[in-house]
């Protein structure tokens, strides 16, 4: 796994700071500082925090189109899966080990003592639920990230009902970072043309995955038969992740986003409802940064503020830190990186920080709620939980539209 520190500003998609080699290795990008008081509604108490009431399956699917050097794109796909949680406990659980999340080419670097595996609540080729369909929320990652680093967060949501779909976003991913370590590529700024055609590659390859899922729902051979509607699609996107998320709303496929401590749309923002998450403790996503963003929407809007975590809460890789494996740990211990870089990929991840698993309760709950809302079927007013609800977090809310 990397540390998906994530792309604070377009212009981060490609790293061009003269450590360039070592960031690739980390996956790190960096942001601004900046503070803002921030307004709170209603305390309400909310249901979404625990693991819903369907069992979730998991499959990769092709998308049919391939990328330079990387080839074929995939998409996980977390789904509602046949039976209830209880039942599916007798069926093989899904896991991925810190290699499977690198090019094939450098899996071997790796030392056994670093590549911990992660075991994630979802069942791989279960059969889908035939009470579907049900609605398609589409995925992208943080800058040098992976599709699936952030496996127990889209398996929790797939499991209140969505079809979650995370795509091989190749040129923004831990594998171009990889690739491109050292070389002048890595250490030359993008241009403003060059940020604007990424960005368009990455809007297709999540619209392309949108394509993908909805066919093999109408494929009777396939576990997604019948699991996926067209009609009701919704878009998440972490870091880098955002600006895809909320860009594929100028889609009439796409109703929804939900930016995780997100970079915003290119251009002007689309007047469809977003929600932004973004925890205080975030050092890259800082609190002027995503105040900024959250003033340029001009459509139904919230902006939900966790007391604790960082910009590295969201991934599965903040247990692999905890643990004491991963890319971050080797490099820390073969001296690949200074001090200040390291703190950076541990932003939020700290045994003195919330530990993820109670990090995704909050996330987990704010983005099902909105999901639940602007897809049709529940009320709009965005609550702030009781005291208690998750413990030794507050959460700060604004909302507008």
Known sequence: MRISVGRAERVVRAAWVTTA?????????????????????????????????????VTTIDLGTAAPSFGERHATVFYPAAGTPSQAVALPSFSYTQA??????????????????????????????????????????????????????????????????????????????????????????????????????????????????????????????????????????????????????????????????????????????????????????????????????RGPAALVEPSRGGHNTYTDTCVVIRNGGGLIQYAIAHHFVTAQLARLGFNGCLATDISPQSFWRVVQYYTVFQLVARLGHGPTTVPVPARGVFPGVEVSVTQKG
């Open 21 to 57: 080699g070592t960031l690739a290795l980390l996956g790190l990008t960096v942001g601004q500082a900046g503070a803002s008081p921030r307004a709170m509604t209603a305390a309400s108490t909310p249901p979404y925090q625990q693991a819903g009431p369907d069992a979730v399956g």
């Open 100 to 297: 499977d999340t690198l090019p094939m080419a450098y899996q071997a670097i790796l030392p056994p003592q670093y590549n911990l595996t992660t075991t994630v609540d979802a069942h791989p080729n279960a059969a889908g639920s035939s009470r579907g369909p049900f609605p398609i929320v589409l995925f992208d990652f943080g800058a040098s990230g992976q599709r699936l680093l952030y496996s127990n967060l889209l398996a929790g949501i797939a499991s209140w009902g969505y079809v979650v779909v995370a795509a091989d976003y190749f040129e923004h991913s831990l594998a171009a970072q990889v690739e491109n370590a050292g070389s002048k590529k890595a250490a030359v700024r993008p241009t403003a043309a060059q940020e604007r055609r990424a960005a368009a590659l990455d809007l297709s390859v999540m619209l392309s995955s949108l394509d993908a899922v909805v066919k093999a729902s109408a494929d009777p051979s396939s576990v997604l038969h019948g699991t996926a509607n067209p009609a009701k699609v919704a878009a998440i996107g972490h870091s880098a992740g955002g600006q895809t998320a909320f860009d594929a709303l100028n889609s009439p496929r796409v109703a929804t986003a939900v930016g995780w401590s997100p970079v915003g749309p290119v251009g002007t923002p689309a007047r469809k409802p977003v929600m932004i998450i973004r925890p205080t403790g975030d050092d890259v996503i800082t609190a002027a940064w995503v105040n900024r963003e959250y003033a340029a929407f």
